[in-house]
T-cell receptor, first 112, second 113 residues
Framework: EDQVTQSPEALRLQEGESSSLNCSYT??????LFWYRQDPGKGPEFLFT???AGEEKEKERLKATLTKKESFLHITAPKPEDSATYLC?????????????FGKGTHLIIQP | DTAVSQTPKYLVTQMGNDKSIKCEQN?????MYWYKQDSKKFLKIMFS???????INETVPNRFSPKSPDKAHLNLHINSLELGDSAVYFC????????????FGPGTRLLVL
């Protein structure tokens, strides 16, 4: 069964304090790893897709990296508007309606 | 322009009722999905629908049934609503099935009393 585990569950940072969020996965044959951002009361917003170990993608203050067992979302000099829940997900490998298997997310708070 | 839209945004109803949630995407995608996000904010896939092929997560009760009048719409019908059905339901779409990036709607907040 596919497993996606995110840590920490919650993270509180000061504005400008860089950190990393972790997503570890166990799937039979990775077909992509997705990062989403979810704001309260809204649907998940797509950030990145990573397909192979060693791949990196960047968007503003965010950088996502991928190894064979985990992915990191690095946040550099975050601002209060980066506060959100960050979700990672992998495609189902069977029995899951061919959708995405999500982790439980990291709730990130950036304090001014 | 909203890529994936859902109606209604909020739905409050009594136990035992039948209700529907509508979803439309204007992205020209072939595959659509329904997810349920429970009170612990955990997102779980319910259905995917691609080119008239429906794939159901085996944990979803058969009181839930998706219906697709055309490629741009995937509606969710729920019969005999139960208290445990209270959750936020998200519709999503992707260009095709499999590992394609999925784009989510704003969600429908269902409360069963």
């Amino acid at each position: 069964e596919d497993q996606v585990t995110q840590s920490p569950e919650a993270l509180r940072l000061q504005e400008g304090e860089s950190s990393s969020l972790n997503c570890s996965y166990t799937v039979s044959g990775l077909r992509g790893l997705f990062w989403y951002r979810q704001d309260p009361g809204k649907g998940p917003e797509f950030l990145f897709t990573l397909y192979s170990a060693g791949e990196e993608k960047e968007k503003e203050r965010l950088k996502a990296t991928l190894t064979k067992k985990e992915s990191f979302l690095h946040i550099t000099a975050p601002k209060p508007e980066d506060s959100a829940t960050y979700l990672c997900a992998v495609p189902d490998s069977g029995g899951g309606a061919d959708g995405l298997t999500f982790g439980k997310g990291t709730h990130l708070i950036i304090q001014p | 322009d909203t890529a994936v839209s859902q109606t209604p945004k909020y739905l409050v109803t009594q136990m035992g009722n039948d209700k529907s949630i509508k979803c439309e995407q204007n992205l020209g995608h072939d595959t659509m999905y329904w997810y349920k996000q429970d009170s612990k904010k955990f997102l779980k896939i319910m259905f995917s629908y691609n080119n008239k092929e429906l794939i159901i997560n085996e944990t979803v009760p058969n009181r839930f049934s998706p219906k697709s009048p055309d490629k741009a719409h995937l509606n969710l019908h729920i019969n005999s609503l139960e208290l445990g059905d209270s959750a936020v339901y998200f519709c999503a779409s992707s260009l095709s099935a499999g590992e394609e990036t999925q784009y989510f709607g704003p969600g429908t907040r269902l409360l069963v009393l």
